[in-house]
């Protein structure tokens, strides 16, 4: 049995508090949460874990697993307070960390102790992310050139980081340059006003012809869009309207004056519904975890996330210059964004 705890009772560590409870092979010992309100909603007192207020007294309990749901910069800090205290299994609610540097030493700790670490981009996990990897990979749309993700809201760390995500993982290398151009706060923070999490575009560039283009919008109006463009193929995810739209193109098809392209529609080709249900998703991840199966998620794709978000700020900083991957600078590493 795998003794769990969740830090965090917001809408996301309530997910994570179902998902986990639908897990037979996991015990919840204790939740921790500084809100009384938040520890006492009927939810959380029907899974008979125990309330914690204080996080030290969650550590007088043998704890495995350690769920994280905290806003982004409390993320080091309690991971590695948990790795030290023995856990075995750790969830780390996205953005894994607000700097490259601490996601690098959560990642040196975790391999030391032997850790399983993953980070919650969960969208790695849905069946029709999955099935356009599988084809992907069967090469039947040529090569990858482009991709196109919109998201409306707050903000590149809490919602951005989603699509940098998705870009390296269908695109399956690691981005080579990264330029960013960082729009001002609209709004407040909904998870706190000392939090900046502004919208902006990102452009990442994994060279060969093959770029990303995040585009966050604070004040935007949804559905979130994701569009890849093939050689002899369009591909739009519509994740609201539940819509996975596939157009192809004839690959012997040969462009000429007054020559029209033969293209055949499909929707929903995987002959399933596009839905991106968070709880089950993030059940995915919890017993991929826990299991002995490589991860989807790991440590390192969290890592990887971060450095394209910092890159994006130091772009912006710098004239929207391309800034190149991996970061080296100790500026760099280190550079610490107050994302939620």
């Known amino acids: 049995m795998?003794?769990?705890?969740i830090?965090?009772?917001?809408?996301?560590?309530?997910?994570?508090?179902?998902?986990?409870?639908?897990?037979d092979s996991i015990k919840l010992v204790a939740v921790v949460d500084r809100d009384e309100a938040k520890l006492n909603q009927e939810m959380v007192l029907k899974t008979g874990a125990i309330p914690l207020k204080d996080l030290a007294e969650l550590w007088k309990h043998q704890i495995d697993l350690l769920m994280i749901a905290t806003n982004g910069p409390s993320h080091f800090a309690l991971s590695m307070e948990g790795i030290s205290k023995g856990i075995t299994h750790l969830l780390i609610s996205k953005p894994m960390t607000t700097s490259v540097s601490d996601a690098i030493a959560i990642n040196k700790a975790a391999t030391e102790r032997n850790v399983r670490v993953c980070v919650d981009h969960i969208l790695r996990y849905d069946e029709t992310y999955q099935w356009i990897k599988m084809q992907i990979s069967s090469n039947r749309w040529g090569k990858l050139r482009r991709m196109y993700l919109q998201r409306p809201g707050i903000g590149m760390g809490c919602l951005g980081v989603h699509s940098f995500d998705m870009a390296n993982y269908l695109i399956g290398k690691q981005p080579l340059k990264v330029t960013g151009w960082l729009d001002e706060p609209i709004g407040k923070n909904p998870r706190g006003e000392q939090f900046v999490d502004p919208g902006g575009l990102v452009v990442i560039d994994y060279g060969e012809g093959t770029r990303a283009t995040v585009d966050q919008i604070e004040d935007g109006s949804g559905p979130a869009v994701t569009e890849i463009v093939f050689n002899h193929a369009r591909v739009r995810v519509d994740e609201k309207n539940n819509i996975l739209e596939v157009i192809e193109k004839d690959p012997a098809f040969v462009p000429g004056p007054n020559k029209k392209a033969p293209l055949t529609r499909f929707v929903n080709p995987h002959l399933k519904e596009v839905i991106h249900d968070m709880v089950s998703l993030l059940k995915a991840i919890t017993l991929e975890l826990i299991s002995?199966?490589?991860?989807?998620?790991?440590?390192?794709?969290?890592q990887?996330?971060?450095e394209i978000l910092v890159a994006a700020y130091i772009s912006n900083n710098n004239g929207n210059k391309p800034i190149e991957l991996p970061l080296t600078e100790p500026d760099y590493l280190t550079l610490n964004l107050n994302i939620t």
């Open 2 to 5: 795998i003794r769990a705890a």
């Open 7 to 23: 830090i965090g009772l917001g809408p996301h560590g309530m997910r994570m508090l179902q998902s986990a409870s639908q897990i």
């Open 292 to 302: 002995e199966k490589p991860l989807l998620s790991d440590g390192i794709t969290g």
């Open 304 to 306: 990887n996330t971060i």
